[in-house]
């Protein structure tokens, strides 16, 4: 049976329609599901998270590689039909609920096509657990931009929060046509191997922080944004910055970036004050 065939024939049985609120298309390429699980470089030892399991399709390929699967699904509906049909596979563990918010057990590895309305929330979450390996479906405009050079119209807060946890790779773009029902944009496999940038004396947290602040003025050249972030510049400061300040703020390199946020921390500034500052609305 092929997959749409399967997918088709499932859904009809359980009487569901494809929810675009709940973001879901159920991808149907054996392909793109072979290169997902291939991308993983999965092993027994491994646990592999995959987000928005749907019907289960991803997870029984995931759990042929011989990995425990973590399979998180929100839909009740799918998540009953999932512990239905991998009932007595200790193998592959299905928990209901929002995967930012439930409690998850231990993984170390994420293959998965989640649903596109959390890609950005759900690549920050990943940035604080850092996955050995995190292969993704996503949507290809998204894609792009986790790995877009500085000045481009892609760049942005993201691209910065990728960069400092992970290489990304990006490889095939996916048709619309690998999905029942097919979304309406189309879709790229992306790959992220974690390399942890050295902040110091940052923390991450503080880091990330000032690219939050400074991205809420993106087009204004750094001496405004400054201004208009945390008030006037010390002359200390403005002297450190100085080659910089001409600068729009999505123009900075990431290593500029770090070096903006390395004076501020050495000037004074707390978290707490960078938290509190006056943002663009």
């Known amino acids: 049976m092929s997959v749409l065939k399967e997918v088709k024939e499932t859904l009809r049985k359980l009487g569901i329609r494809p929810s675009k ?9 054996s392909w793109v599901l072979d ?12 646990a592999v998270l995959d987000v928005g399991a749907g019907l289960g399709i991803l ?13 998180v699904e929100k839909d009740p509906r799918l998540a009953a039909f999932l512990r239905e049909k991998f009932s007595g596979m200790n193998s592959i563990i299905i928990i209901e609920g929002d995967v930012l918010t439930v409690r998850l057990p231990w993984f170390n590895k994420v ?59 990006l490889h095939e773009v996916v048709p619309r046509s690998a999905f029942f029902p097919p ?47 945390v008030g006037q510049v010390p002359s200390s400061m403005r002297s450190r910055v100085k080659g910089l300040l001409d600068k729009r703020v999505y123009q900075l390199s990431p290593e500029e970036f770090h070096k903006v946020a ?8 707390s978290l707490g ?7 663009r609305v």
């Open 21 to 29: 609120r709940l973001g879901q298309h159920f991808l149907i390429r």
């Open 59 to 71: 997870t029984q390929r995931i759990a042929a590689s011989g990995a425990t699967v973590v399979a």
């Open 111 to 169: 293959v998965s096509s989640p649903p596109y309305n959390i890609s950005s929330t759900l690549l920050l979450w990943l940035c604080d657990r850092v996955p050995e390996k995190t292969v993704l479906l996503l949507q290809k405009e998204f894609a792009d931009r986790l790995c877009a050079a500085p000045g481009t119209k892609n760049y942005s807060r993201l691209t910065l929060a990728v960069w400092v946890w992970a290489e990304v790779e």
């Open 273 to 279: 004050e960078l938290k509190t500052a006056p943002k």
């Open 262 to 269: 390395t004076i501020l921390f050495e000037e004074g500034f």
């Open 35 to 46: 290169r997902l699980v291939d991308l993983g470089q999965l092993a027994p030892r491994d």
């Open 183 to 229: 979304p309406d944009v189309v879709s790229r496999i992306v790959e992220l191997t974690p390399r942890m940038v050295d902040l110091t004396p940052l923390s991450r947290e503080y880091f990330l922080e000032v690219v939050r602040m400074l991205f809420s003025f993106r087009r204004k050249t750094l001496r405004r944004a400054l201004r208009q972030a």
